[in-house]
C-alpha cells in the first residue's frame, strides 16, 4: 500500500469505501429545516456590539455546499449577512455554516433562509500590498505592517490618525526576587513581525492573522498569533492575542501585553479618561480637571467637561479660573489594576517621577478604558479581565503629543509569573517509585515532565477608534459587549433537528420522572457553576477549569492533592457541559463551556516541543502530570465551540491534532507498566482502541467535515473499516498502527476492556460516525462493546472468549442503551436503566440532591458543600443521564426515580 502523507494519496482507498447514508439523527424532525430563526444567547437586543459570527448546522441533503443565505429581523428588514462553510456531510452537502453582521445596532433577532445576502452599503474591503495589509471599513483605515515590531502601523478616522505602533510588549525577570537579596534583572521585549495572512476580505467581515515572536537584543521567546477581525461599516476592531510558552525555569514573565500609541490634539482640559467600573459605573476625568476647584469656571464648564464634551472658549470662562489654568495639574498617567478577583485599584500622577495618588478602588473591573477628546480617542477592553488576573490597565503621558496605552495580560504590578513545578520530586526516581506516588496521591510524577513549556494561552480583546469621547450610556455600552460578547445562536430544537454532535435530546419534563433527572442535572451544573465562584476558581492559568475530587474533611476541593487537584478534562466535564447547553440552550452553561473550551484547549495541552499534541492528565498544576495523553487534548471537546461560533483559534486546535497519530512515536503511553522491552515502531505502534483512536478519529472526522486534508478521511475510513475486521473489534483494546499507511493490522486476537476507554468521547464519536458513515462492520463491532460491558461475564467469555468486571457501570449505562436503541432490544433496555439507577458510581436515587452551607470556622467563606459530587463523575453522569434519555427514555421505568 502506498505511503499517506501529505503529497501523496492512498490510491483506490476512496473508492473502496462507497458511503451509504443511514437513515439520519433519530429525533430528527421529519421535514429538515431549511431556515433557522436566530435569537441573541443572553436574550434581547444588545446595546451595542463590535461585529458578531455564528454557526448553524443543516440536516444532510438539506443544502448544497455553496448555498447562498439571507438575513432577515422579524420586520422583515433584510440585514448586510456574509456566510460561509465550516462543515460538510460526507455526501458534501452542507452541515454547518458560518455568518457574520457587523454593528453596532442589533434586532432583537433574525430568520436565516436561503437567498442571495444583502451587500452592506460600506464594505469592508482588504488590499494585500508587499510591505503592508490596508483595512477599510467604510469608518476606519487600518495599516497593518508585514515585518518589524509594530502590529499596527496607523488607525486613521476621517482623515486623522487615532492609534499609531500597536505592538506587543513583555518583561522578563531572571529570578524569583523572594529567593535572592539581590535585584531581579529585567528585560524588554516587543513583537518581531514574521508573517501575516489575510484569511477573510469582506464584504461583511474581514480577518488578518499574524504570527511572530517577542524578540530583544540576543533572544526571541514567546510565539504569538494575534488576529484581527474588521466588520463593515464599523469603527471597532476585534482582537485575539495567543502566546505559547517556550520558557525555561529561570524565565519569570513579569508584564505582557499590547500597547497602542493614541495622538492626542485637544487642550487639556479637553482629554478624557475613563475606566469601566462595578455595575456598570465609569471613572470619568479630565486630565486636567476644572471641577472642584476653588473657583468656579461656571456651570456650562463643569458639566461639559463631566460630559466628555467640548469646553465651551476658555474667554467665556470665570477669569479667576481661566488665568490660573496653568496652575492646575495636569494627571498624565492612570492605572487600574486587577491583581485578585476581588479587587482592583486604580491610581494616577502627574508624571514620571512623582507619586502615585490613590483614585478609588472597587471589587471587579470590566476591563475597558478609554482616552481621547473632542477630535477623538481610542476605547479598549479586554475579555474575562478579573477572571483572567492579574491584568491591567495603563494610560500614560496623556498630557503630551501622544498617549500610551498598555492592555495588560498579565500586570506589571503582580508578582512575576512562575512556572516552576511544586515539589522537588520526593525521591521518585523509578519507575517503581512513581506508581507507588500514584498509589498515595493520585500523582504520576516523573522528573521533567511538570513543565509548561509548549502550552498557550488566548486572551480577546476589542478596540474602538473614535471620533469623540463618547457619552457614558454608550461607553458603559462598549464595557458590557467587552464583558459578554454578544453571540447569535440557533434553538436547541433547530440543533436537534440538524442531527449533530451524535445522540441527544431535548429538556422533557413531560413525566415525574424525567423531570426528576432533569432536575438532577440542573443540580449538578448549577453547582459547578456556583463553586466556580465560590472556590474563585479564576486566575490567569486556572480560570475555565474546575476540580476534580471533593475533600469533606477540609470542606475544601482537593487543590493540593496530586491528581486530585484541577481537572484538565477528566472523563469529560467539557462534553457534559456542551451537551447540556445544546439540549437547553441556556446562556450561563455556554459561557461555562465556551471558557472551559479556552482553558482546556490552550493551557492542558502542548503546543511546542517533544509532546506536541498531547495533553496532560489531571493534576496540582494543569502541566504537571507525567501521563501526557491524546483524551485530554482530544479534538471532541473542541468541535461544539468551533461550530457554533466558527472562532478561528479554536480551528487551529483541531487541525493541530490531525497528525496526533505521530506523539506515539515521541511517547509510549504504557512505559511505566509494561513487561516487556517495548521499541516504537512506525509500522507497529500500539494504539489503544479506547481513549486514543477516539481522540485521533474526532479530529480526523473533524478535518474531513472542515474540507482540509484528505489524508484524514483516508485515515479515517481505513482504521473504521480495520476496527470493524477484528474479531473482538473494539474489546480487543489495542490494535498495532502502521504509521505510514494509517491502518490497523486486524489479526489481533485479544481481550482487554478499560473502564475509561469509552468515557473520553468515544461514545459520541462512534455514534457520529455510524450515523453518517453507515459502516455495518464497525456498528456491530461498537454494538457488541456496547452489549458486553456491562454483561455478565458468561456471556462475555461465551462470545469473545475472555471476561471482565470492572467499575464505572452506571456511566456506561450509557453504552446499554445505545445498544437497546439500535436493537430494538427491551431487555437491553431495561438493563440500561437498571445499571444507570443502581447508583454505582454514587449517584443513586436515594441520595440528597441538594447542597448543604458550610460557614463560620469551617470554612475559609461560606460555601455549599455537596459530599458525593466530583467533577469528573458528574460528568459521566450527566452524560449518562441525557443520552440515556434520548435513547431509551420511552423505556424509562415511571417509579424509579425517587422524587
Known amino acids: 500500500m502506498a505511503k499517506v502523507n501529505r503529497r501523496t494519496f492512498l490510491g483506490g482507498v476512496a473508492a473502496a469505501y462507497a458511503l451509504p447514508f443511514g437513515a439520519g439523527h433519530a429525533q430528527a424532525a421529519a421535514e429538515p429545516p431549511r431556515q433557522a430563526t436566530l435569537a441573541w444567547l443572553e436574550g434581547g437586543a444588545p446595546a451595542t456590539h ?64 436561503p437567498g442571495p445576502a444583502k451587500a452592506p452599503a460600506q464594505a469592508v ?53 523572594d529567593e535572592d537579596t539581590g535585584g531581579a534583572k529585567r528585560e524588554k521585549f516587543v513583537s518581531a513581525v514574521r508573517n501575516v495572512i489575510v484569511e477573510q476580505s469582506g464584504p461583511v467581515r474581514a480577518v488578518l492573522r499574524i504570527d511572530g515572536v517577542h524578540q530583544a537584543k540576543r533572544r526571541e521567546w514567546l510565539p504569538f498569533t494575534v488576529r484581527f477581525y474588521f466588520f463593515a461599516g464599523t469603527d471597532s476592531i476585534k482582537m485575539t492575542h495567543t502566546f505559547v510558552w517556550d520558557g525555561t525555569e529561570d524565565d519569570y514573565l513579569r508584564g505582557l501585553g499590547i500597547r497602542f500609541q493614541v495622538p492626542l490634539r485637544d487642550e487639556l482640559y479637553d482629554r478624557h479618561i475613563r475606566f469601566g467600573g462595578e455595575e456598570g459605573g465609569l471613572l470619568r476625568e479630565a486630565v486636567r480637571g476644572i471641577t472642584g476647584l476653588r473657583r468656579d469656571p461656571g456651570a456650562a464648564v463643569r458639566s461639559a467637561q463631566v460630559a466628555g464634551k467640548k469646553l465651551p472658549p476658555v474667554s467665556t470662562w470665570d477669569t479667576r479660573v481661566s488665568s490660573r489654568l496653568h496652575l492646575i495639574p495636569a494627571w498624565g498617567d492612570y492605572s487600574l489594576s486587577q491583581l485578585t478577583a476581588d479587587g482592583f485599584a486604580i491610581r494616577k500622577r502627574t508624571k514620571p517621577g512623582h507619586t502615585w495618588v490613590d483614585v478609588d478602588a472597587g471589587r471587579r473591573a470590566p476591563g475597558f478604558g478609554y482616552v481621547g477628546g473632542a477630535s477623538g480617542g481610542l476605547a479598549f477592553g479586554l475579555r474575562n479581565f478579573w477572571q483572567l488576573h492579574p491584568t491591567q490597565l495603563d494610560v500614560r503621558g496623556a498630557a503630551g ?77 462598549m464595557a458590557q459587549a467587552v464583558q459578554t460578547p454578544p453571540l447569535l445562536v440557533a434553538p436547541p430544537r433547530h440543533l436537534l433537528a440538524a442531527g449533530v454532535f451524535g ?29 466556580v465562584e465560590q472556590r474563585r476558581w479564576y486566575g490567569f492559568w486556572n480560570y475555565g477549569d474546575v476540580m476534580h475530587t471533593y475533600d469533606s474533611d477540609r470542606h475544601q476541593w482537593r487543590y493540593d492533592v496530586g491528581g486530585y487537584a484541577w481537572d484538565n478534562s477528566e472523563l469529560s466535564t467539557d462534553l457534559w457541559l456542551w451537551y447540556a447547553y445544546l439540549r437547553s440552550g441556556r446562556a450561563d452553561v ?22 506536541k499534541d498531547l495533553g496532560t492528565r489531571h493534576n496540582v498544576l494543569h502541566w504537571g502530570c507525567s501521563a501526557k495523553q491524546l483524551r485530554i487534548s482530544t479534538a471532541a471537546n473542541r468541535r461544539f465551540h468551533y461550530f457554533l461560533t466558527a472562532d478561528e483559534r479554536v480551528g487551529d486546535l483541531l487541525r493541530e491534532l490531525v497528525d496526533a497519530d505521530r506523539t506515539f512515536v515521541a511517547l ?167 445499571e444507570f439507577f443502581a447508583g454505582q458510581d454514587g449517584y443513586g436515587p436515594g441520595l440528597p440532591w441538594r447542597s448543604t452551607r458550610v460557614e463560620g470556622p469551617n470554612a475559609l467563606r461560606p460555601v455549599d458543600e455537596a459530599v458525593f459530587v466530583s467533577t469528573n463523575a458528574s460528568a459521566q453522569y450527566g452524560l449518562a443521564a441525557i443520552q440515556n434519555l434520548a435513547l431509551v427514555g420511552d423505556k424509562l421505568p415511571p417509579d424509579r426515580v425517587d422524587r
Open 590 to 611: 455556554f459561557r461555562m463551556a465556551e471558557a472551559m473550551t479556552r482553558h482546556t484547549g490552550e493551557v492542558d495541552v502542548y503546543h511546542l516541543g517533544q509532546w
Open 503 to 531: 445522540d441527544w435530546s431535548l429538556v422533557d419534563r413531560s413525566t415525574p420522572a424525567r423531570a426528576a433527572i432533569e432536575d438532577r442535572l440542573d443540580f449538578l451544573f448549577d453547582y459547578h457553576r456556583d463553586q
Open 125 to 177: 474591503t482588504v488590499e494585500d500590498k508587499p510591505e503592508h495589509v490596508i483595512v477599510r471599513t467604510g469608518v476606519i483605515e487600518v495599516t497593518v505592517r508585514k515585518s518589524g515590531a509594530d502590529l499596527i502601523d496607523r488607525i486613521v478616522r476621517g482623515g486623522q490618525p487615532v492609534v499609531r505602533r500597536g505592538h506587543l510588549v513583555c518583561l522578563r525577570q531572571d529570578h524569583d526576587e
Open 668 to 834: 509510549d503511553p504504557l512505559r511505566k507498566i509494561r513487561t516487556e522491552p517495548y521499541t516504537p515502531d512506525p509500522k507497529a505502534l500500539a494504539v489503544g482502541l479506547g481513549t486514543d483512536w477516539g481522540a485521533l478519529a474526532a479530529a480526523w472526522l473533524t478535518e474531513w467535515e472542515r474540507g482540509g486534508d484528505p489524508v484524514a478521511r483516508q485515515k479515517l475510513l481505513g482504521t473504521v473499516a480495520d476496527i470493524g475486521a477484528l474479531k473482538n473489534g473494539f474489546v480487543t483494546g489495542e490494535a498495532l498502527y502502521n504509521l505510514e499507511t494509517g491502518r490497523f493490522a486486524t489479526d489481533r486476537v485479544q481481550v482487554s476492556v478499560s473502564h475509561l476507554s469509552a468515557v473520553f468521547g468515544l461514545a459520541e464519536i462512534c455514534s457520529e460516525l455510524i450515523d453518517v458513515l453507515g459502516q455495518p462492520a464497525f456498528e456491530e463491532a461498537w454494538l457488541q462493546y456496547c452489549r458486553l460491558y456491562g454483561a455478565t461475564r458468561e456471556e462475555q467469555q461465551a462470545e469473545v472468549g475472555g471476561s471482565w468486571s470492572i467499575g464505572f457501570r452506571q456511566m456506561h449505562s450509557r453504552l446499554t442503551a445505545y445498544a437497546a436503541a439500535r436493537t430494538g432490544d427491551d431487555a437491553l433496555a431495561q438493563r440500561a436503566w437498571n
Open 401 to 477: 503629543d501622544e498617549a500610551e496605552v498598555t492592555v495588560w495580560l498579565w500586570s506589571p504590578d503582580a508578582r512575576p509569573m512562575d512556572l516552576r513545578f511544586y515539589h522537588d520530586g520526593l525521591g521518585m526516581d523509578t519507575f517503581p517509585e512513581q506508581l507507588e506516588g500514584l498509589q498515595i496521591t493520585y500523582e504520576d510524577y516523573e522528573p521533567g515532565f511538570g513543565t509548561a513549556y509548549g502550552v498557550a494561552r488566548t486572551s480577546e480583546l476589542t478596540l474602538w477608534a473614535l471620533g469623540a469621547t463618547p457619552d457614558d450610556a454608550s461607553l458603559a455600552a
Open 50 to 113: 463590535a461585529g458578531t459570527t455564528w454557526g448553524v448546522p443543516w440536516p444532510r441533503g438539506a443544502f448544497a455546499k455553496d448555498q447562498a443565505f439571507s438575513l432577515v429581523t422579524a420586520t422583515g428588514e433584510h440585514v448586510p449577512v456574509q456566510s460561509w462553510v465550516t462543515g460538510v456531510w460526507p455526501d458534501g452537502s452542507l452541515k454547518w455554516s458560518a455568518h457574520a453582521i457587523s454593528g453596532p445596532t442589533a434586532a432583537d433577532g433574525y430568520r436565516l433562509e
